[in-house]
């Protein structure tokens, strides 16, 4: 958690002392009316910590790709408040959200997006393995038919299944390489090839 969260949370919580306080020192209503409302705002507090804490991954979930195309033909795409870079590509046709990590080999999928891509899961052999921050994975190499970035599109493009747990798919060099360039700047990571 960052200082400002840290900060917003204290500013929030003395916000609700601070009301807590009021509702009690005016008792003109009656402590059942008192108490009524004391509920209502706890529950309006609490609604917005709760969206405070996660409005990241909401944002992301309202709009898991803003990638567009540059003036120089190159596909850009803004940091999100969490430092990565995320891209919705197509893969067999089918909307799959990654994120960029350039310390990862290959496209890694996770096996959920590997069913939505139309991979049988149930087929696959794990007879790769990967390290990962959390230890030692086993993974499935595949061949995934079309990957399409924008107006991009590879074919016969190899990737792993990651038989763990993976909060996302990773976009990883394995298809990075592919492009020309790639930079990173003021919060903007652009590809080109």
Not at 22 to 42: E, H
Not at 120 to 134: E, H, I, Q, W
Not at 158 to 175: C, I, K, P, R, T
Request: charge should be negative.
């Amino acid at each position: 958690m960052s200082g400002d969260q840290v900060a917003s949370f204290i500013f929030l919580g003395l916000w609700a002392v601070a009301l807590t306080g009021t509702f009690l020192a005016s008792n003109r209503l009656g402590w059942n009316k008192t108490l009524q409302q004391a509920a209502i705002w706890v529950l309006i507090f609490l609604g917005a910590i709760a969206a405070f804490a996660l409005w990241e991954y909401i944002e992301r979930g309202l709009n898991p790709s803003v990638a567009r195309i540059g003036e120089t033909g190159a596909i850009e795409v803004p940091q999100y408040p969490d430092g990565h870079y995320y891209l919705t590509l197509n893969v067999n046709d089918q909307p799959i959200d990654f994120m960029v990590d350039t310390g990862a080999t290959d496209i890694v999928l996770r096996r959920e997006d590997a069913v939505v891509a139309g991979i049988d899961v149930g087929d696959l052999r794990f007879v790769g393995s990967a390290m990962t921050a959390n230890g030692e994975v086993r993974t499935a190499p595949v061949r995934l038919q079309s990957i399409s970035l924008g107006p991009i599109e590879d074919r016969d493009v190899f990737a792993v299944v990651n038989e763990g747990d993976m909060q996302d798919s990773l976009l990883g060099m394995g298809y990075l390489q592919r492009f020309g360039r790639i930079e990173i700047e003021n919060g903007l990571l652009r590809l080109s090839r």
